[in-house]
């Protein structure tokens, strides 16, 4: 059996050399799968904190997510068209600065991770699951109604957005760019897991009466695990949007919500990398059995199917032939 | 605005509710009964829509094509039931989301296969087409006013199963104590596999009879199911009467919330302002009339439990 | 300052028409072990989630060193020294057994809202943990995950965990359930120990383990106290015995 330790160095290796493989040999298509598996860990990576962790099944990230775009495409729309944002008596200027963009995209959503948090968070189990997924569609529809910022048609933008002495028009550097994030939101959840934060939000997990016995609040545990969570997955939506230069409802469609809960369990849930792993498997899915068939979502319901009903841990799992935390 | 207006958004928001009834109410019955959360619900609506779709196009008969959408539903649930949700009874409620979540990939890309992507339609029957007059002077499609007619009467359907017979006490025994209801005997098994069936068959309805005022189309669960799941949060999980009261004020709010806030904005804003931000609110005012319950009553108006 | 640690006074409880907590006033005085008996069904568990603040009362007040905690979270009473065992083990199985008593370590200091740190590096918490397992006898396990424990070492990590808040009182629900003979004979020369770091409110089925250990028994029977006193009282009292001891169930 393979120690989870070398996985957890080997995954980001791995795909860090596969996109400088892809530089060499001058596939930029491969580079960009490779940069939608960074952004798309990156999310899971932040949705797995709140729910390896902390055992929230949030079926309501994307909402997140979508925050992230918008804050993107919002911001560089205003730049684009040199009109100013005027909030009532505030006024902002657009800004194509990618460090600026990200500030606000992770400030918004954990804003917006404390108000649905706070809410949700009355409640457990099966409600928890429907109030975030009935969250997120309320941000769907608000944005689709929401015709200032192109409704339904989305917003886009011309021109990749800046970063200081850096070319992110070409592939290889926007994905250094995504790899660095993926990698430091990875060193920030390792630090939580081990901090004395970790150590009781994965009690109030499995023993939330023991947690208040010892003096802690478990709901504040979660809720502040469920900002961080939905703060990280903003960014990633950020860069999503970037990537595509386009923003639209659809990053907030509950669809993407769900799939971001199944990259988790097929890397493995609560493990480091696994999301990183099962954004891999996912992207290589949609890109082989897509290329195959239009209707490979069968193909990736069946496997999916087959994960939860036969085999709990997901690759990690497998690999490692240790059982995962129990969500 | 005119009372004539006001009306018929009432009327609309009434049928809209008696239909997220049909869905809401087999989602309560499976969440109270067998502790599970079916996010493939959804499914099961689209699949009585589409076999409502094709046997109305076969046989052209309306009534033949409603029961095609209860039969075909009813034995997409008891196939989905016997195969995997009966797997998952006492899994984790994470399992229990990915498991249906997959489902509904399987449901959506097989009917996209079988059916195609372009939408399709039928008929409302002849003897109910065309509007009716209200006293008022308020015209009304009467098909419409059908739709509220069959919501109620499957409302009083279900109370009275669940109230009366030898059925509803089981199964208002096996949401309250799983062995107990094992030990007296009953198929426990058998008994879940009928209430998943009567759940789908409910929804498969709903999808057969809005799917003659709408499109039939891959995707249409997917609004309707979020909506129910307010609905069910609303309500309170596992009761049938907060399903009923949850619907109705879903549906008017969702109705009378798209006339009225764009006519509260232009009270102190201009119109074109007041249109977008009045409707942009609206289409979020049922999550935020489940923020408000859920501050007030976090485990929903008739919930025993959170 | 009250010479009381716990107190509760004239507390009630009803669910519907039962009266599960019937004007219930026991105390814990520094030193002693005070165990409350009765039949099942008498409202022992309803009295200790009053008591620990999973459930509130209808009447009466609850006092902790003679401050009125009635209202207070069950959080907030942990951190005013309340140190309590469950009936049934509720603790995190999937982590060490160390890791659950390090939670411990973090609630009433409130270092659970460091994020960076590892959290077993902490030496002085780490101190402290090390020496509530040896205090139970856990030390040698204390790297095994607590889902691979016996029973009896369940309930002894229990007892540790309530070690580490320093609590000024313990309240215990059966710490005895489960153990065999020699688990219990074990657990109760422990508690003797115990009490004069702290009394314990205790709450035991074990008639024997209770006469052993209590200076004075409270008898709950439908929700009241019919009867305080030593043991020699209790064993002596008529009405005790009609009520609960002689009752063959």
């Known amino acids: 059996m393979i120690p989870e330790r070398f996985i957890t160095f080997a995954v980001p290796a791995g795909l860090f ?165 993926l990698c430091l939101a990875l060193v920030l959840q390792a630090r939580l897991r081990g901090s004395s934060f970790g150590l009781a939000l994965n009690a109030a997990r499995q023993a939330p009466a023991r947690v208040e016995t010892v003096g802690l609040n478990p709901v504040r545990l979660k809720l502040l695990a469920f900002v961080i969570s939905g703060a990280i997955t903003g960014l990633a939506g950020a860069l999503y949007a970037d990537l595509n230069r386009f923003v639209s409802p659809s990053m907030f469609s509950w669809h993407l919500s769900g799939e971001l809960i199944v990259l988790i369990i097929i890397g493995g849930v609560g493990r480091l990398v696994g999301p990183v792993i099962g954004a891999a498997l996912f992207v290589a899915l949609e890109h082989w059995l897509g290329g195959l068939t239009e209707y490979w979502h069968i193909g990736l319901g069946a496997i999916l199917l087959g994960i939860v009903l036969f085999s709990r841990g997901g690759v990690i799992g497998f690999l490692t032939g240790k059982a995962g935390p129990n969500v | 605005m005119s009372p004539i207006l006001i009306i ?204 003659a005022i709408q499109s039939v189309e891959v995707g249409m ?86 | 300052m009250s010479e009381h640690l716990l107190e509760t006074r004239g507390l009630c409880k009803s669910f519907g028409a039962l009266k599960a907590t019937d004007n219930v006033s026991i105390s814990l005085k520094p030193g002693e072990i005070h ?59 999937e982590d060490t057994v160390l890791e659950n008593v390090l939670l411990g370590t973090l609630g009433a200091s409130g270092h659970a809202w460091r994020f960076w740190k590892n959290a077993s590096n902490v030496r002085d918490r780490l101190d402290q943990a090390m020496a509530a397992l040896e205090r139970v006898g856990l030390e040698k396990v204390c790297d095994q995950q607590t889902a691979t424990l016996s029973h009896g070492q369940r309930r002894q990590l229990e007892v540790a965990v309530a070690l580490t808040l320093e609590p000024s009182a313990f309240v215990m629900d059966e710490p005895m359930a489960g153990l065999g003979a020699e688990g219990t004979k074990k657990m109760t020369e422990f508690l003797d120990g115990l009490r004069d770091q702290a009394p314990i409110l205790l709450v035991e089925h074990d008639m024997d383990a209770v006469f052993a250990l209590a200076d004075r028994i409270s008898v709950l029977v439908y929700g009241q106290i019919i009867a305080t006193g030593s043991v020699a009282d209790i064993r002596a009292s008529a009405t005790v015995r009609d009520a609960y001891l002689g009752d063959p169930a």
């Open chain 1, 17 to 181: 050399i596969i996109a400088i493989l892809a530089f060499w040999t001058d596939e930029p298509f491969t580079i960009t799968l490779t940069t939608r598996v960074a952004i798309l860990g990156l999310a899971a990576v932040g949705l797995n904190i709140a729910l390896g962790i902390g055992g929230l099944v949030s079926l309501g990230h994307a909402a997140f997510f979508g925050l992230g775009g918008y804050a993107m495409g919002i911001l560089a729309y205003h730049a684009q068209t040199y009109s100013p944002l005027t909030l009532g008596p505030l006024v902002i200027e657009g800004t194509k600065s990618m460090p600026v963009i990200w500030i606000v995209a992770v400030v918004t959503s954990a804003l917006a991770a404390l108000a649905i948090g706070v809410l949700s968070l009355r409640t457990s189990g099966v409600y928890f699951i429907m109030i975030t997924l009935a969250f997120g569609q309320m941000l769907y529809y608000f944005s689709v109604s929401w015709s200032a910022y192109g409704g339904e048609d989305g917003l886009s933008i011309y021109l990749r957005n800046e970063f200081p002495g850096i070319n992110t028009l070409v592939p290889i550097q926007f994905f250094g760019l995504c790899f660095v994030l």
């Open chain 3, 35 to 93: 165990a409350i008996i009765g039949p099942n069904g008498a409202g022992k568990s309803t009295l200790i989630a009053q008591i620990c603040g999973g459930l509130a009362p209808d009447a009466g007040q609850i006092l902790m060193q003679g401050r009125d905690v009635t209202s207070l979270t069950t959080q907030a009473r942990a951190q005013a020294g309340l140190g309590r065992t469950f009936q049934v083990s509720a603790l995190a199985m």
């Open chain 2, 8 to 211: 018929e958004q009432l009327l609309n928001g009434l049928q809209f509710g008696v239909m997220l009834f049909l869905m809401a109410a087999g989602l309560t019955l499976i969440f109270g009964v067998m502790g599970l959360i079916n996010l493939a619900h959804g499914s099961l609506y689209m699949v009585g829509a589409f076999a409502a779709a094709a046997v109305a196009a076969a046989t052209g008969s309306f009534f033949l094509a409603l029961a095609a959408s209860l039969a075909a539903a009813a034995a997409a649930g008891v196939v989905i039931e016997v195969f995997v949700i009966r797997r998952l009874y006492r899994a984790a409620h994470l399992d229990q989301v990915l498991a249906t979540f997959a489902l509904i990939l399987i449901f959506a890309e097989g009917a996209r296969w079988v059916f195609g992507s372009f939408p399709l339609y039928f008929d409302v029957p002849p003897m109910l087409s065309g509007p009716i007059m209200l006293p008022g002077g308020v015209q009304y499609p009467l098909y419409r006013l059908a739709l509220i007619g069959v919501g109620l009467a499957v409302g009083c359907g279900l109370w009275w199963l669940t109230a009366r017979t030898r059925i509803g006490i089981q199964i208002r025994a096996g949401a309250n104590d799983r062995e107990m209801i094992a030990a007296l005997g009953v198929d426990i098994s058998r008994l879940y596999t009928v209430v998943f069936a009567l759940g789908a068959a409910l929804a498969g309805f709903a999808g057969a009879l809005v799917g």
């Open chain 2, 221 to 306: 669960g997917d609004p309707v199911l979020i909506m129910a799941f307010v609905v069910v949060v609303i309500g309170g999980i596992g009761s049938i009467k907060g399903a009923f009261i949850g619907a109705i004020l879903v549906g008017l709010t969702d109705r009378l919330g798209g006339i009225f806030l764009p006519e509260v904005f232009k009270l102190f804003m201009e119109p074109g302002a007041a249109t977008q931000t009045g409707s942009a609110l609206a289409s979020m005012a049922i999550y935020i009339l489940m923020g408000v319950v859920l501050v007030w009553r976090p485990s929903g108006l008739f919930g025993a439990r959170a």
